[in-house]
């Protein structure tokens, strides 16, 4: 009987703590990872492969529910259909109340999207749900041509890997909590629709020649691009504002640095900043910059540091009993002072690897997030560069500036967009 | 293919203009394989809620108004007001929490409990509040939770939690019992025998439950 079995639940980890609180209709923490295959895709097999991926990963099977002085999530048995898409792109899993899964996979003409709110997971947690489940549907739809072999999984990790809370693994109990000072940045100013709907612009390219223009300003291709995006911002910037930096958030795979398999959370962010205000200094001093910011960040001891502080944060005895409704009000109020000092955010999921037998039934992947301030996801399958730019807001000068100095330097770039045609 | 030339890059869709620098493209459209049109949503606020807003404002203003001009009962237009804010304070109870309904009955009940002593107290204070209002309340509280439980179906880990909180709540009137602040002291009495009856039923029926339960919502 249901009823003598014991509920199964689990706390949120560490990263996903802050979602929850700072979820709303303007930015719903909600990402999408978009896989497009070569034929049409079939909603029965679609429906069918989404069984067997949860099966893999029950955790997904979560429901989002409030405690007394936690989040928690619940894992429950609910209807849980593929659909096409026909909502904006990014929309609200997370209703308050509503008991529903916290991620939903779509289909349209070729294209599979699997859509996931940030507290279950983060993008490379999601991808490995995304890999299992195209694995399952292409073995179905292409099964006379994968009788004699089946290709293995790509995602090799135990079930208690993948729902190890890797932040409590590593975390180390020697930081204490140290006041931190938010410097104003420049806020990017901008009219959004009437709807709140995600605009997003895509631009799809040769990898190879990105990676050639970033080798000849001598840097790497992400450390090019975050300095790229941060020069757009500016060609926009009103003069008065030259006084306050442009600060980008920059979220770093934690799986890269610290061995875990996690399908959960693992991700820290480091923001890297630049003070436009002297007009003498040009673009080669912007990519100086920001390599050296990059080095001086992007190391296993400052990511260690940054993962202890907020540890100590959560496990400090006096803030963990303070009721949830009290937690969300400091957190939002947090998350808002934080936000002052971010101008935008850049993200890059890197390359999406695939097992060679499954590579010619997929053409590309893309990535896209809710964005309460323009941001860059982008990733790379194969030859193929996909670098989205979305943004709260109607405005497209910024995108412009970004794809034009690409196109500019020689790079092929296909541009799709959801904004109105 | 569509094209820009002011930003030389090819576009992919049916577009009028470069959705990046709204410039004239050139060459042939294509059909938009990776977002379908999702035409703007405008969302309206619920035209019921809206009527009754302004027949509530309309009311509370003539009711003043009255008032003001004949000079009469001045604490008429005080209590129809009061009267708005408690019927609008339920009904915003209602829609905020409809998904759940045990929760949402067992703030109502904290709502018509706290406004009973409330209103009892700004008349006089007759007492009826803590004398019939709260233990009738809980006692009729725990009995159709019970009940509505094995109706509607609802799986006893989803109410139990509320039928512990309510039934704590049933043991408050021994307090009002041992100060002596009640007169009528038949209905407190009902209440604390459900509340006992209600929580060793909890404890020996459903008892793992309700301690699986209360970890799950209470870890810190």
């Known amino acids: 009987m249901s009823n003598r079995k014991p509920v199964e639940w689990t706390r949120l980890d560490n990263a996903a703590k802050i979602f929850p609180p700072n979820t709303n209709e303007k930015d719903t923490k909600v990402f999408r990872i978009s896989c497009k295959l070569k034929e049409t895709i079939d909603k029965e097999m679609l429906q069918e492969a989404q069984e067997k991926t949860m099966k893999s990963f029950p955790f997904y099977k979560s429901v989002l529910r409030k405690g007394v002085f936690w989040y928690y999530f619940e894992t429950m048995d609910l209807q849980h259909d593929v659909v096409e898409e026909e909502k904006l792109p990014c929309s609200s899993l997370y209703r308050p109340g509503h008991r529903n899964y916290l991620f939903q996979v779509s289909y349209y003409d070729k294209k599979i999207n699997l859509e996931v709110y940030h507290a279950l997971t983060d993008g490379s947690g999601a991808l490995a749900f995304l890999k299992t489940l195209l694995h399952y549907y292409i073995i179905e739809k292409h099964k006379d041509d994968f009788t004699d072999k089946k290709p293995l999984i790509s995602y090799d990790a135990s079930m208690s890997q993948r729902m190890d809370d890797s932040f409590s693994k590593y975390y180390t109990k020697n930081k204490r909590i140290k006041g931190i000072k938010i410097k104003k940045a420049y806020k990017i100013p901008g009219r959004r629709s009437i709807d709140n709907r995600t605009h997003i612009i895509e631009g799809t390219m040769p990898v190879q020649k990105v990676l050639d223009i970033a080798r000849n300003h001598n840097t790497t291709l992400t450390v090019y691009l975050t300095a790229l995006f941060m020069n757009s911002i500016y060609k926009e910037m009103p003069p008065r504002y030259k006084k306050y930096p442009i600060v980008l958030s920059i979220p770093v795979d934690l799986r890269g640095h610290f061995a875990s398999g996690s399908a959960r959370n693992f991700f820290a962010t480091i923001s890297v900043g630049y003070d436009f205000s002297d007009d003498t200094k040009d673009f080669n001093d912007l990519l100086e910059s920001i390599k050296n910011e990059f080095k001086k960040k992007l190391n296993e001891k400052n990511l260690k540091e940054h993962l202890n502080v907020l540890a100590a944060l959560e496990r400090n005895a006096a803030t963990r009993v303070i009721p949830l409704g009290l937690k969300d009000m400091v957190l939002r109020i947090a998350n808002n002072i934080s936000a002052k000092g971010i101008t935008g955010s850049i993200s890059n999921v890197g390359r999406v690897e695939v097992p060679e037998e499954m590579q010619e039934y997929i053409e590309q992947f893309s990535i896209y997030t809710s964005a309460r301030r323009p941001q860059i996801c982008m990733c790379s399958y194969k030859d193929v560069l996909s670098i989205s730019m979305v943004s709260p807001f109607v405005g497209t000068d910024i995108q412009k500036n970004f794809f034009r100095t690409l196109a500019n330097q020689g790079c092929e770039i296909t541009i799709s967009s959801n904004l109105p045609q | ?220």
């Open chain 2, 1 to 220: 293919m569509l094209e820009c030339e002011y930003c030389k890059v090819e576009i992919e869709g049916e577009f009028q203009s470069c959705p990046l620098c709204n410039g004239i493209l050139s060459g042939e459209s294509t059909v938009n394989s990776t977002f379908p049109l999702i035409p703007t949503i405008y969302q309206e606020y619920n035209k019921l809620i809206r009527i009754m807003i302004f027949i509530s404002i309309v009311t509370s203003v003539v009711f003043v108004a009255i008032n003001m001009i004949f000079l009469k009962i001045p604490r008429l237009s005080i209590i129809i007001i009061a009267a708005l804010a408690c019927m609008w304070m339920g009904l915003i109870l209602i829609i905020r929490k409809k998904d759940n309904i045990p929760k949402t009955i067992m703030w109502l009940v904290a709502l018509v409990t706290a406004l009973a002593v409330i209103w009892d107290y700004s008349m006089g204070w007759m007492g009826w509040s803590i004398n019939y209002v709260l233990p009738l309340v809980c006692t009729a509280t725990m009995i159709i939770m019970a009940i509505a439980g094995k109706i509607l179906k609802i799986g006893p880990k989803d109410y139990i939690v509320y039928i512990l909180i309510d039934s704590l709540f049933g043991f408050i009137p021994i307090i009002f019992l041992a100060i002596g602040l009640l007169k009528v002291t038949f209905p407190s009495i009902i209440c604390v025998a459900t509340s006992a009856i209600s929580v060793s039923a909890l404890l020996l029926f459903q008892g793992q439950n309700t301690k699986q339960e209360l970890n799950k919502r209470m870890h810190l």
